[in-house]
């Protein structure tokens, strides 16, 4: 596609539910980013896959999250058992090489946890 | 740990108005510093990165500058469709992690 997809657009859910948010990178980029973004912080790494690995999960913040991307393409996050402090925007970035160079951001899933 | 500081929080300008932005940074050998900018409801959308100390780039109206402590980000004439959060960003050298650490950004409002 022309950039980054991310879906749903935004997510409501109530606490203790599992939710899985996706992200489709643009075609040919190796390298896929999660990012959280909370009311009046900065954007806080997640994970960093490189292809189908993920060389990188030390941002993840418990082990309630987890990530998986699949033919080097979509890749899915998932937060189990949620809790109020999980909302936040959740943004998926791409970049064509692992330099972390140019990233590109999709528009994010704003997730709220009621 | 990485830090990053960005100054001020938020900025109002008239149109026309030059200024700058400050991003200050402590990292564990530098491997890069970027800016992006964010607009509501979106992802950001990069601007710039800068590897070294004295390094300068240039687009539209928007000029960036490293120091070994800091990152400036000079804006010449706005307009209001400069209108943004900026945000700032640093990645460490030396492998390891390859998440970038960011700033919370500047809200800039450009008046007409």
């Known amino acids: 596609g022309a950039g980054v997809s991310q879906s749903p657009s935004n997510k409501v859910t109530e606490k203790g539910k599992d939710v899985e948010l996706r992200c489709d990178p643009i075609?040919?980029?190796?390298?896929l980013y999660w990012y959280r973004q909370s009311l009046g912080q900065g954007l806080e790494f997640l994970i960093y896959f490189q292809g189908n690995s993920a060389p990188d999960k030390s941002g993840l913040p418990s082990d309630r999250f987890s990530a998986e991307r699949t033919g080097g393409s979509v890749s899915t996050l998932t937060i189990q058992r949620t809790q109020q402090e999980d909302s936040a925007v959740y943004l998926c970035?791409?970049?064509?090489?692992?330099?972390?160079?140019?990233?590109?951001f999709g528009s994010g899933t704003q997730l709220s946890v009621l | 740990e990485d830090q990053v500081t960005q100054s001020p929080e938020a900025l109002r300008l008239q149109e026309g108005e030059s200024s700058s932005l400050n991003c200050s940074y402590t990292?564990?050998?530098?491997?890069?510093l970027f800016w992006y900018r964010q607009d509501p409801g979106k992802g950001p959308e990069f601007l710039f990165t800068l590897y070294s100390a004295g390094e300068e780039k240039e687009k539209e109206r928007l000029k960036a500058t490293l120091t070994k402590k800091e990152s400036f980000l000079h804006i010449t004439a706005p307009k209001p469709e400069d209108s943004a959060t900026y945000l700032c960003?640093?990645?460490?050298?030396?492998?390891?992690?390859?998440?970038?650490?960011f700033g919370k950004g500047t809200h800039l409002i450009i008046q007409p």
């Open positions: 970035a791409s970049s064509l090489l692992q330099s972390n160079e140019k990233l590109f």
């Open positions: 075609s040919g980029h190796t390298a």
């Open positions: 990292v564990s050998g530098l491997r890069g």
């Open positions: 960003a640093v990645q460490r050298g030396g492998g390891g992690a390859d998440g970038l650490t």
